[in-house]
């Protein structure tokens, strides 16, 4: 784990990811100031640099904001390697989910896992993440679809801190699929959702905010409004999974209630982004469930960028359809894939990122008063980040400005 001192790593290419003016925020042969937690200097290679601080030479090379996985649903028992191969073989998700494939079938897992075993399988996907320079992860329940499994799910995702350098932020997604019990039912679990498990996980403090899986296969307009409003009435954030497999809207609803994010969004109309802008919705782009499943129907990056929308990039990891532990990777994929610019995906994983979990005041870039959560890469520009594949690692890692072990 860390240690920790009031230090100064001087020296150094800075992506600081503020909006100076510069591409990434870079400021050259900077000094970054570190006292406790935070940053509480930024200085230029003519300032005057402070005393008292134990020194860290950078030797000109890059220091960035630890990166932010914004979506994630690492928390979950087995896996569907099996699925995976028997698709590649012909059968199709439908006739998968009749076999009891598909999600029903990771509901089991989860359910049959102990806590003790949903602890150390999520450990090991979170490790892959941290390794990469990843110092803030959100976690989703929903692979529980009742109250004790939910519960234990994001009370797992809350251990992660304990044994990792990362800050985990936890969203209830109860209303990720309809569970066997309510099979012909899904206004019933609406109900359950919003008036037996929420009010107890808001008691408890277990979730940061509330999304919804709302598509043709998931849950309607109507009902996503229940949770919203349930998520009102207990204090709780929302965000959605929307739009990812059709046109439902489901965006214009979650920026009705503000959300902090819609995240797919694939096939959201260009002409119903503006509702994000005008609510300070932050727009998650998925690229590795896009490749994972093989699909066409790119998100409208274009018209998010004509209103100025901040587009995150995370990496969706999940057992069926994003299998993928790299933030480096999704931002090489969010570039080839979705056309954003190695820049866009930076700031995506970073200030967006922190954005779209409501933290933007306090993580996402390198600035006075933000967390010290910061790495220090081996190479001369970011690009170089978002070019190589599985190429880089960070060479120093902190994490509210303690040294973490990498």
């Avoid at 694939?266 to 590795?288: F, H, I, N, R």
């Amino acid at each position: 784990m860390a240690q920790q001192n009031d230090i100064l790593i001087r020296n150094v290419r800075l992506a600081s990811m503020q909006d100076n003016g510069k591409p990434y925020g870079l400021i050259e042969n900077a000094s970054v100031a570190i006292s406790g937690s935070k940053i509480v200097g930024i200085f230029g290679e003519n300032d005057t640099l402070p005393e008292g601080y134990d020194v860290i030479d950078g030797q000109g090379q890059c220091l960035l904001p630890g990166f932010i996985d914004c979506h994630t649903h690492l928390v979950y028992g087995g896996d569907r390697a099996t699925e995976f191969e028997q698709r590649l073989l012909g059968q199709s998700y439908a006739d998968i989910a009749k076999q009891g494939g598909g999600i029903r079938s990771t509901v089991s897992a989860t359910r049959a896992a102990s806590t003790q075993e949903l602890l150390q399988s999520a450990l090991s996907r979170a490790r892959r993440l941290a390794a990469e320079g990843v110092t803030t992860i959100e976690v989703k329940s929903g692979y529980g679809l009742d109250f004790d499994t939910e519960i234990r799910m994001l009370q797992v995702a809350k251990q992660l801190e304990q044994h990792l350098d990362v800050d985990i932020m936890t969203t209830y997604l109860g209303a990720h699929a309809v569970p066997v019990e309510y099979a012909q039912r899904a206004d019933d679990y609406i109900q359950y959702v919003c008036e037996t498990v929420m009010p107890e996980i808001a008691r408890l403090g277990l979730a940061d905010a509330v999304d919804v899986f709302c598509e043709s296969i998931g849950f309607s307009l109507e009902q996503c409004t229940k949770v919203f409003n349930a998520a009102a009435l207990h204090g709780l954030r929302v965000k959605a999974h929307v739009e990812q497999l059709s046109d439902q809207k489901g965006a214009k609803l979650a920026a009705q209630f503000n959300a902090l994010s819609v995240d797919h969004i694939e096939y959201m109309a260009a002409e119903d982004v503006a509702c994000l802008k005008q609510s300070g919705t932050v727009a998650v782009m998925l690229p590795g469930a896009f490749y994972f499943l093989n699909e066409s129907q790119l998100p409208p990056i274009a018209a998010l960028r004509q209103h100025g929308v901040p587009m995150a990039v995370a990496t969706d990891l999940n057992p069926g359809s994003s299998p993928l532990s790299s933030i480096l990777t999704a931002m090489n994929m969010a570039c080839v894939l979705f056309k954003l610019t190695p820049e866009e995906a930076i700031r995506g994983t970073t200030i967006h990122a922190a954005r779209a979990l409501g933290l933007a005041e306090c993580k996402g870039k390198i600035a006075v008063g933000f967390d010290a959560d910061l790495c220090l890469w081996n190479i001369n520009h970011p690009v170089e980040l978002v070019y190589g594949i599985n190429q880089h690692r960070p060479l120093k890692k902190w994490y509210k400005g303690r040294l973490s072990t990498l």
